[in-house]
């Protein structure tokens, strides 16, 4: 600021009025009602936090925490004062949230989205603001499991993959989005911790061709490297890589490789206005992502095409204090959807509404059944779960709510309609055995206690029918 000019906004912030305003505030009011339609309830969380929240959750050792925090520092002459920091991500303050309000003991898997304003101090260029808009989803209370058994199934992970590709593809970016996966390992010994060593070995013999930042993060974190946008690093880490994906097997445990190959395999069975695959360098930029990783990548967006990312994080709760559960989530970056839009030449999109809320249970045996999705259950248990998944998508997709239990699959028919009914839903979908055999469901409406049989290819129309 020039003394005596004018005052202009700070770098890398932006004014939003009139038709941008308009647009943006559509695009939130879509991802609201996106988010509800698959079963997500609202929260805000402070625009500031205490500094050591991010410092604990997203790591010492990231850029975010390294050079990107906009931070007010504490006042050394006030006793007990604190540094706080704006926050740069939504996650850690929804996990604070989550676990300040005791909603891991009250609500059992908490399923909740956000929008709101970030700020991290990043060099601006198109697409890269310091005060940006996001809008993310997070799953929480996944069990982690001391073995593969007791581990929640991906199904959550998948969820929330579908749900971004579904918020991306109603505002018109539909065949436009490319979802990359990918897995970072999990806490099991011999799975992260192994893979993490193998890379340390591999970039330690490359080292003089690393830049200096990259030389220090194969001692302090070396997923790092696998990050740095730097040409000299990419080269060496894709030069590895490649080799490293395609001439030896993989260094993850069993249960990581059973999640990629079950994510693989659905995201291609599900696909709708997205390509999917495999994105070999894929760890995203925070520390706390365990397991199964994704990041979307847009049309028209430049060097800056990420649209959001996410993954499974199983640490992050834990570390803030909480009980050793798992979470998984993702986040949009608004803006980025907006120039991908004028890049589609979108200029209208439909909001959806938030249809009847419809509750979808399998009739599996009660249990934990996480294995049921990794073939261990009988052909017609893993039939039934994967039939109503399949017709919960696509209800969603159709702009019903839908609730689908992603912790437990196994009810007795009794509970699972007395849990429709406490949600207070329209519509109960029961799939069991002799039903999935023949393709069809059970539908129940629950105003008028009304049940019939219908083939599954119907289910929306018949659905439509009876609320007119
Ligand atoms: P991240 O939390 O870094 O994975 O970011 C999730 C999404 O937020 C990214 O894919 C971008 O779309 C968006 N985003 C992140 N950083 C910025 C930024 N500096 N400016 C604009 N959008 C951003």
Same mark, same amino acid.
């Given at each position: 600021?020039?003394?005596?000019?004018?005052?202009?906004?700070?770098?890398?912030?932006?004014?939003?009025?009139?038709?941008?305003? @308009?647009?943006?505030?559509?695009?939130?009011?879509?991802?609201?009602?996106?988010?509800?339609?698959?079963?997500?309830?609202? /929260?805000?969380?402070?625009?500031?936090?205490?500094?050591?929240?991010?410092?604990?959750?997203?790591?010492?050792?990231?850029?975010?925490?390294?050079?990107?925090?906009?931070? /007010?520092? !504490?006042?050394?002459?006030?006793?007990?004062?604190?540094?706080?920091?704006?926050?740069?991500?939504?996650?850690?303050?929804?996990?604070?949230?989550? =676990?300040?309000?005791?909603?891991?003991?009250?609500?059992?898997?908490?399923?909740?989205?956000?929008?709101?304003?970030?700020?991290?101090?990043?060099?601006?260029?198109?697409?890269? =603001?310091?005060?940006?808009?996001?809008?993310?989803?997070?799953?929480?209370?996944?069990?982690?499991?001391?073995?593969?058994?007791?581990?929640?199934?991906?199904?959550?992970?998948?969820?929330?993959?579908?749900?971004?590709?579904?918020? *991306?593809?109603?505002?018109?970016?539909?065949?436009?989005?490319?979802?990359?996966?990918?897995?970072?390992?999990?806490?099991?010994?011999?799975?992260?911790?192994?893979?993490?060593?193998?890379?340390?070995?591999?970039?330690?013999?490359?080292?003089?061709?690393?830049?200096?930042?990259?030389?220090? !993060?194969?001692?302090?974190?070396?997923?790092?490297?696998?990050?740095?946008?730097?040409?000299?690093?990419?080269?060496?880490?894709?030069?590895?890589?490649?080799?490293?994906?395609?001439?030896?097997?993989?260094?993850?445990?069993?249960?990581?490789?059973?999640?990629?190959?079950?994510?693989?395999?659905? *995201?291609?069975?599900?696909?709708?206005?997205?390509?999917?695959?495999?994105?070999?360098?894929?760890?995203?930029? *925070?520390?706390?992502?365990?397991?199964?990783?994704?990041? =979307?990548?847009?049309?028209?967006?430049?060097?800056?095409?990420?649209?959001?990312?996410?993954?499974?994080?199983?640490?992050?709760?834990? @570390?803030?204090?909480?009980?050793?559960?798992?979470?998984?989530?993702?986040?949009?970056?608004?803006?980025?959807?907006?120039?991908?839009?004028?890049?589609?030449?979108?200029?209208?999109?439909?909001?959806?509404?938030?249809?009847?809320?419809?509750?979808?249970?399998?009739?599996?045996?009660?249990?934990?059944?996480?294995?049921?999705?990794?073939?261990?259950?009988?052909?017609?248990?893993?039939?039934?779960?994967?039939?109503?998944?399949?017709?919960?998508?696509?209800?969603?997709?159709?702009?019903?709510?839908?609730?689908?239990?992603?912790?437990?699959?196994?009810?007795?028919?009794?509970?699972? *309609?007395?849990?429709?009914?406490?949600?207070?839903?329209?519509?109960?979908?029961?799939?069991?055995?002799?039903?999935?055999?023949?393709?069809?469901?059970? =539908?129940?409406?629950? @105003?008028?206690?009304?049940?019939?049989?219908?083939?599954?290819?119907?289910?929306?129309?018949?659905?439509?029918?009876?609320?007119?």
């Amino acid at each position: 600021m020039a003394g005596g000019g004018s005052i202009q906004a700070p770098r890398g912030t932006r004014d939003i009025f009139g038709d941008e305003l @308009e647009r943006l505030e559509r695009l939130e009011r879509l991802c609201a009602n996106t988010a509800k339609i698959w079963g997500y309830s609202g /929260i805000r969380t402070p625009v500031f936090e205490h500094t050591g929240l991010f410092t604990r959750s997203i790591g010492e050792v990231t850029d975010i925490v390294e050079k990107e925090m906009f931070t /007010i520092p !504490r006042q050394t002459d006030k006793a007990g004062a604190d540094s706080f920091t704006l926050r740069p991500e939504n996650t850690a303050g929804v996990v604070r949230a989550y =676990l300040e309000h005791n909603l891991h003991k009250t609500q059992g898997l908490t399923k909740l989205w956000y929008v709101g304003p970030q700020f991290r101090r990043e060099r601006p260029q198109k697409g890269r =603001l310091r005060e940006f808009n996001q809008m993310g989803v997070e799953v929480l209370g996944l069990q982690k499991g001391d073995s593969q058994e007791r581990r929640s199934p991906p199904i959550a992970n998948l969820e929330v993959m579908l749900l971004a590709t579904d918020i *991306l593809n109603r505002a018109g970016l539909k065949g436009r989005v490319v979802l990359g996966y990918n897995t970072v390992g999990c806490d099991q010994p011999g799975c992260r911790d192994r893979y993490r060593e193998e890379l340390k070995e591999l970039l330690a013999k490359e080292e003089e061709k690393l830049c200096s930042d990259c030389r220090k !993060r194969i001692e302090r974190n070396v997923f790092r490297v696998l990050d740095c946008k730097k040409p000299n690093c990419r080269a060496v880490c894709e030069e590895l890589l490649t080799w490293h994906s395609q001439e030896r097997p993989e260094a993850f445990c069993e249960h990581c490789k059973a999640e990629i190959e079950f994510i693989k395999n659905r *995201l291609d069975q599900f696909q709708e206005g997205y390509a999917s695959a495999r994105s070999w360098f894929l760890v995203r930029g *925070l520390d706390y992502y365990t397991g199964a990783v994704f990041e =979307l990548s847009a049309q028209g967006l430049g060097a800056q095409d990420a649209v959001g990312g996410g993954g499974r994080y199983d640490g992050l709760i834990e @570390e803030l204090g909480g009980p050793s559960v798992g979470a998984t989530g993702f986040a949009l970056g608004l803006e980025r959807i907006l120039i991908a839009q004028q890049d589609a030449g979108v200029d209208a999109f439909e909001i959806p509404d938030v249809g009847p809320l419809v509750y979808v249970a399998p009739m599996l045996p009660p249990g934990p059944s996480s294995s049921d999705f990794f073939g261990y259950g009988t052909e017609s248990q893993l039939q039934m779960a994967d039939d109503a998944f399949r017709l919960t998508v696509i209800l969603r997709r159709k702009g019903f709510r839908t609730e689908f239990d992603l912790l437990k699959h196994g009810r007795k028919i009794a509970n699972s *309609l007395r849990r429709a009914s406490q949600l207070g839903a329209r519509f109960a979908v029961i799939v069991g055995e002799m039903e999935a055999k023949q393709q069809e469901v059970k =539908l129940k409406d629950m @105003e008028t206690r009304e049940e019939r049989r219908v083939k599954q290819a119907d289910l929306a129309a018949e659905i439509w029918k009876d609320i007119g």
